[in-house]
């Protein structure tokens, strides 16, 4: 596989980060970069959403750009629901190296997982959920090599089959 960057995307409670984890296991001389670690960084600014997402944007492009110039595969779990920052990686890491993987659920199954894991909180109100699972049923990616996959249908080397597909044929 030619070096790139996998964004696993798709909305709270999805399975991005046990996805991309399995998905990691299958790709060798990647790196995962959890969204949910990077968040953390910039949890100073909780109320400014669009300023920290554009730094959190930043810091993966300069992570990934410098691993993927390496000749590693860097995948990237993080809910990106905010319009055109998808299509500002793919512009500034070069859309030919990304791979969007966008998980869906029933959003049923997206609410039992939430309360599975603690419930509804500070960090995330069922408002908070509702409007990232709103967003993404109707969801479009600006990337150019996209990938829709039920999550709990198709595993990580279903899905890394999918995305070697994708990018020799395109």
């Known amino acids: 596989m030619r070096p790139l960057l996998i964004l696993v995307n798709g909305p ?3 399975g991005k980060t046990t996805f991309a984890k399995e998905l990691q296991q299958q790709i060798p001389h990647s790196l995962l970069i959890e969204g949910d670690e990077l968040r953390r960084w910039f949890e100073e ?3 400014d959403r669009p300023a920290s997402a554009e730094r959190l944007r930043e810091v993966v492009i300069q992570i990934a750009s410098a691993q993927i110039n390496s000749s590693f595969a860097v995948i990237f779990d993080k ?3 905010f319009d055109g920052v998808v299509e500002k990686i ?3 890491v070069g859309e030919d190296s990304v791979v969007e993987l966008v998980l869906k659920i029933p959003e049923s ?3 039992r997982r939430i309360e599975a894991r603690g419930g509804y909180g500070k ?3 069922r408002e908070k959920a509702q409007q990232f699972i709103d967003y993404f049923k109707d969801y479009v990616s600006d990337a150019k090599h996209s990938i829709t996959v039920g999550a709990t249908q198709v595993n990580p080397a279903e899905a890394v089959e999918q995305i070697n597909d994708k990018m020799i044929l395109t």
């Open 79 to 81: 809910t990106i629901a």
């Open 123 to 125: 960090s995330l109100s």
């Open 109 to 111: 199954e997206i609410h």
């Open 12 to 14: 709270c409670g999805v």
């Open 90 to 92: 793919c512009a500034e």
């Open 45 to 47: 600014h909780p109320d």
